[in-house]
Structures are given as C-alpha cells and as structure tokens.
C-alpha cells in the first residue's frame, strides 16, 4: 500500500508538471496573438485614428489648465452644502 501511494504521488507530480508547462505555453500563445491583433491594429485605419484621437485629446488636456485651480472659490460652499444634507440624510436612514 506505501509503494503505491509513491507511485501515486510521482504521478501527480508529473501531472501537474506537464499542466504547468502547458499553461505556461498556452499563455505565450496567447501574449503573442495579443501582440500580432495589437501590432495588425494599429497599422489598420480605424487604429491610427484612434491613436490620432489620443494624440487630440493629450494636446487638449495640456491646454486646459493653465495654472488655475481645479476646485474654485465659488464651487466650495456649494460642495459643502452637499456634504452637510448627505449627512443629514444619512443620519436620518441610520
């Protein structure tokens, strides 16, 4: 009964060996196919407008804040106020 649970146990081992390197390979099949569809994209029309898109919308975002803050003056008793009725409601619901 040991010896075959040895044999067992080598078995196993093998088995879960040859699984890993099968996983391990079905991976950098599919890294690789993801590479080709990725490379075959941006060569195609619809991949240079996106990246052109990308390109618009990166020059955009630079222009837009000049130095200016992001929260104004005028926008934070405002935000307060929300906060202040979220806290009423929630206190009401508890």
Do not use: N, T
């Given at each position: 009964m040991g010896c075959f649970s040895c044999i067992n146990g080598t078995q196993?081992?093998?088995?879960?060996?040859?699984?890993?390197?099968?996983s391990a390979e079905a991976r950098a099949r599919a890294a690789e196919a993801a590479m080709r569809r990725e490379e075959e994209f941006k060569k195609s029309a619809h991949g240079r407008a996106a990246q052109a898109q990308l390109q618009q919308m990166a020059k955009q975002s630079a222009n837009t804040n000049k130095g200016e803050p992001v929260l104004k003056v005028l926008f934070l008793p405002q935000l307060c106020i929300w906060i202040i009725k979220l806290y009423i409601l929630f206190a009401y619901l508890a």
């Open positions: 196993k081992k093998q088995r879960k060996e040859e699984e890993r390197q099968a």
